[in-house]
């Protein structure tokens, strides 16, 4: 399973953000958390265009995309909190989730490459190091096939 819940979404934010964003930012977790993906994702695109720069809305919306089958998206906004980024640990989270997308696709290459970066980034993820060595079996049996 995604690592979706993990620091809690990255939901708490700064003081330092605009109300709008804010607001918008709260509304988003709730719909996320009621399981309103689609939702979540439209709130998340609302607070992004007052905080265009908050690693951990593009984060969010990430999650909300994966969840709600729209993978390239997902992609995209994994990407952008990976640019914006600078905490490894938070960092690692994101090369978790692109794995999890890289697998549900069935590149187990890429996954593999992606739960990797995610252990170079948080060595001590156990959840990393298991679904990397999956990929790396589930890209060899494809490569048998």
């Known amino acids: ?3 979706i819940l993990t620091l809690t979404l990255l939901l708490l934010l700064t003081c330092s953000q605009l109300a709008f964003s804010q607001n918008d930012a709260r509304k988003a977790n709730e719909a996320y958390e009621q399981g309103d993906y689609e939702r979540a994702a439209e709130l998340y695109r609302e607070a992004l265009r007052s905080d265009p720069d908050d690693p951990r809305l593009h984060f969010n919306l990430g999650n ?7 993978y390239e998206e997902a992609l995209h906004s994994f990407g952008r909190f990976k640019e914006l980024g600078s905490d490894p640990r938070e960092l690692a989270l994101a090369d978790y989730n692109i794995g999890h997308l890289m697998a549900d696709v069935q ?3 890429s996954a593999a490459e992606h739960f990797q970066e995610a252990l170079r980034k948080n060595p001590d993820d156990d959840d990393a190091r298991h679904n990397y060595e999956l990929a790396l079996q589930r890209h ?3 490569q048998e096939q």
């Open 107 to 109: 590149e187990f290459e």
């Open 64 to 70: 909300s995309l994966a969840r709600s089958g729209a």
């Open 1 to 3: 399973m995604y690592k």
């Open 140 to 142: 060899q049996e494809q």
